[in-house]
């Protein structure tokens, strides 16, 4: 299992609908959250070994409506 973060930023007043439609939408992502800053929302995927993650946020995340840009980050490790 393969985990990465998505850093979506969002068409103006949009994000609560881009975190709902990638909640419900897509199969793999956890998780998401609304952060400050540069992005809007930090979602949180997990992917099955194998699956390439270009194509997955590419074709899964960066398609979903009023998303303008994206930052993937793959995790290596989770500290408990």
């Known amino acids: 299992m393969q985990t990465i973060f998505v850093m979506v930023k969002c068409e103006l007043g949009r994000a609560y609908a881009v975190a709902d439609e990638a909640v419900m939408g897509v199969e793999q ?3 998401v959250h609304s952060i400050s800053g540069q992005y809007d929302l930090l979602v949180k ?5 194998g699956m390439d993650i270009g ?7 960066q398609t979903l409506p009023g998303i303008k840009d994206t930052f993937t980050l793959i995790a290596f490790k989770a500290f408990a």
């Open 29 to 31: 992502v956890s998780e």
């Open 45 to 49: 995927c997990y992917l099955p070994d």
């Open 55 to 61: 194509h997955f946020v590419t074709e899964r995340i």
